[in-house]
């Protein structure tokens, strides 16, 4: 069974750090393309970054570019998000994502809250 775990959420200062993580299991993880998606309050869901499953190929969102890095161990089976220079606009909440054989997996999302 496919499952996702996020853990590292929690409140920071504005230009604080945090890193983010998502233990996978069920599934090669070295195969599959791992993504951190985020929702704000009132917002749509979006996609912060994508990483393939070698980690050779990083995408991010336009906002997080230079700030946010996602990263993975496939030896852990863990695709970590460090977040520097933190933003009140980057509250949200954290999920991590994956599609395998066609099937779309959610963790249960951890939330991230910038504030002073």
């Known amino acids: 069974q496919v499952q996702v775990v996020e853990r590292g959420g929690g409140l920071v200062q504005p230009g604080g750090s945090l890193r983010l993580s998502c233990a996978a299991s069920?599934?090669?993880?070295?195969?599959?393309?791992m993504n951190w998606y985020r929702q704000a309050p009132g917002k749509e869901r979006e996609l912060v970054a994508t990483?393939?499953?070698?980690?050779?190929?990083?995408k991010y969102l336009d906002s997080v570019k230079g700030r946010f890095t996602i990263s993975r161990d496939n030896a852990e089976n863990t695709v970590y998000l460090q977040m520097n220079s933190l933003k009140p606009e980057d509250t949200a909440v954290y999920y991590c994502?994956?599609?395998?054989?066609?099937?779309?997996?959610w963790g249960q999302g951890t939330q991230v809250t910038v504030s002073s």
């Open positions: 990483i393939s499953g070698g980690g050779e190929v990083t």
């Open positions: 069920g599934f090669t993880f070295s195969l599959y393309a």
């Open positions: 994502n994956t599609v395998v054989r066609q099937t779309i997996y």
